[in-house]
């Protein structure tokens, strides 16, 4: 066997928040650790970019809410600030075509529709409660819950088509699907894992209400700048090989990546490790070759995890003209490319930035339209909702997660009937060395970053109580004054 | 500032409203519950039980362990009441304030929006 170019404790594969914390927490914990990320960056699908007129742009995941504590504790420690995501004035209905302000969580141009829609979602998130967020498969109504789906519990839960259509909206939004593609014990388990269905859709008192100044990578670059080299970039994993110590061996993987070399070529590089934490969604995972190979129901999850469809714009303008006319900027949409959109212009209003999800089954067959196709579909949708001067944006920016080989979709996975109750545990279920991270595995905020901070936390913490205490001895600790 | 007499007022019409609403019915079906409401300004207290899903008369003062407790001015309790005031707007600003289990917070603000839109 060739030998390996390096040997670690562990091997971290990915650098996205649960990757990062899942690193951190294992160096503070006195381990030597390598972490491989396959990108040429860290933050997973958290990225905040600078378009050319200096307007600062989350791609990706954006907000922290209340309960969102180790998050929160992050940009304390890192000295990043938040402010309330814009919210002054009238959200914007669009129903049959037609343009409505409204107040508060639900559009009310509809009454009857309206009460109904709080209706089923109280309904809803009293069905959550009973919903444990780490073993959903344990409720005693399991196997029905996981047998249809969201959309097949809201036709017979609600009364009126303004309900369903309300519902399918915040579906598309949080998980990037439809609510026929859903399991509706999953909807439950990752809602309760929030708090709610209506926490994860509120943006004042909920998930969406505040938002980073200079945005939601930085920690993730505080987080790599403190591990340092311990950080491998442009370094995809492809394959595994692992022992579980059964055969009087060690437990230990050989994780073989590819790096790219001075010529661009790719090389092969060998890690050897007494465990690897895999931090990144299931569907990114399955195309990591194992030897031997994972069991069939951790296989079986990872061919029904699917990542959801979204794709994120920014139009971006140079002031933020809705607020005029007494808009926060939100519209909730019962059909089109955006289904939700939402003020992201920066706290100082120096630009005015627009910001919707073009997401699920819109987002798959808005390929056919190419980029140009979807800005233009989007441009007017914004001027429908916003006037004509929302045409004119003097940038448009998109970022197209279903194309990110490393995210292949977003903002989540999504799962559909009978995949909890068959191929939950594995989710979480450590296989010999091998040990599962990344938001889809989180007991609290799963989907969200704080979720992806609490896998980590967990995933270590798994590391640590398997390992003796040989390697804890030692005293590898972070060294804050290198950098290291 | 509203009276006592005024918000028994507004709370009688509102009562009637809630309790003819199938759609309330359904969702306070098991829901047996005692809620204060504390007027902030006046400091005057008031009782409603939930039974059987139906509301019960305004009781004044503060009557019995409550589950629920809504503290508000007794201007917005009377627009609350009168259907004047999208009460989860003034949850969200904070300017009333609901304290309970979750569940029950949960509940009562998705009846009061229920009860302000079915009007």
């Known amino acids: ?484 | 500032m509203a009276t006592a007499e005024e918000i028994a007022e507004a709370y009688a019409d509102w009562q009637e409203r809630c309790n003819a609403n199938t759609r309330l019915a359904r969702m306070l079906r098991g829901w047996e519950r005692t809620v204060h409401l504390v007027a902030t300004d006046t400091g005057e207290g008031f009782t409603i039980a939930v039974s059987a899903s139906v509301l019960s008369d305004l009781r004044s003062g503060l009557v019995d362990q409550p589950d629920l407790v809504v503290s508000a001015t007794s201007e917005d309790f009377a627009d609350l009441f009168w259907g004047d005031l999208n009460p989860s707007e003034k949850y969200l600003s904070g300017e009333i304030v609901l304290a309970g289990s979750s569940e029950d917070v949960m509940r009562l603000d998705a009846m009061s929006m229920v009860a302000f839109l079915d009007q």
């Not at chain 1, 690193?23 to 972490?35: K, N, S």
């Not at chain 1, 296989?431 to 270590?460: D, F, K, M, N, Q």
Request: glycine share 12%; aromatic share 6%.
């Open chain 1, 1 to 484: 066997m060739t030998p390996a170019d390096r040997t670690v404790d562990v091997v971290v594969a990915g650098a996205g928040y649960s990757g990062l914390q899942t690193a951190r927490t294992l160096v503070d914990a006195g381990l030597d650790v390598l972490v491989l990320e396959a990108r040429d960056r860290v933050g997973g699908r958290v990225l905040t970019e600078v378009t050319p007129s200096g307007a600062v742009v989350d791609q990706g995941g954006q907000w922290i809410g209340p309960t969102q504590d180790r998050l929160q504790a992050l940009a304390d420690e890192y000295g990043v600030s938040t402010f309330p995501t814009y919210l002054d004035g009238a959200n914007l209905e669009v129903r049959d075509g037609s343009v409505h302000p409204f107040i508060g969580l639900v559009p009310t141009s509809d009454r009857d529709g309206s009460a109904d829609t709080v209706a089923t979602l109280l309904d809803l998130d009293l069905l959550a409660q009973e919903v444990s967020p780490t073993h959903p498969w344990d409720h005693p109504d399991a196997g029905a819950l996981d047998r249809i789906t969201l959309a097949e519990w809201v036709e017979s839960a609600a009364d009126t088509q303004t309900a369903r259509s309300l519902v399918a909206t915040a579906a598309l939004a949080v998980f990037g699907c439809g609510p026929e593609e859903l399991s509706l014990l999953y909807v439950l388990s990752y809602a309760h894992s929030g708090g709610s269905m209506s926490s994860l859709i509120r943006t004042a008192g909920g998930a969406q209400e505040r938002r980073f100044t200079g945005g939601a990578q930085q920690m993730a670059l505080r987080l790599a700048e403190r591990l340092g080299d311990r950080i491998v970039l442009d370094a995809p994993v492809v394959s595994v090989s692992y022992t579980d110590g059964g055969t009087g061996e060690p437990a230990g993987v050989m994780v073989t990546a590819e790096r790219r070399g001075a010529d661009d070529g790719r090389s092969s590089w060998r890690v050897a490790a007494r465990r690897l934490v895999v931090a990144m969604p299931p569907a990114v995972q399955g195309r990591i070759a194992f030897d031997p190979p994972l069991p069939g129901s951790r296989e079986q999850l990872v061919q029904r995890a699917p990542m959801g469809s979204v794709t994120k714009i920014h139009a971006v303008y140079d002031r933020p003209f809705w607020r005029d006319a007494g808009l926060s900027g939100q519209v909730v949409a019962d059909a089109g490319m955006l289904r939700a959109t939402f003020d992201d212009s920066p706290e100082d209003g120096s630009h005015g930035i627009l910001m919707g999800f073009i997401a699920g089954a819109v987002d798959r067959s808005s390929e056919s339209d190419g980029a140009a196709g979807r800005q233009r579909v989007c441009l007017e949708e914004l001027a429908r909702a916003f006037g004509p001067e929302a045409a004119e944006p003097i940038e448009f920016v998109e970022q197209r997660w279903s194309a990110e080989p490393y995210s292949r979709g977003g903002p989540v996975a999504g799962l559909g009937p009978g995949v909890l109750t068959a191929c939950g545990p594995s989710l979480r279920m450590p296989v010999g060395p091998i040990h599962w991270a990344g938001t889809e595995t989180a007991s609290v905020w799963s989907g969200y970053i704080e979720g992806a901070l609490e896998s980590g936390e967990r995933a270590a913490t798994e590391v640590v109580a398997t390992l003796d205490g040989t390697a804890l001895n030692r005293a590898t600790g972070l060294d804050e004054s290198s950098g290291q």
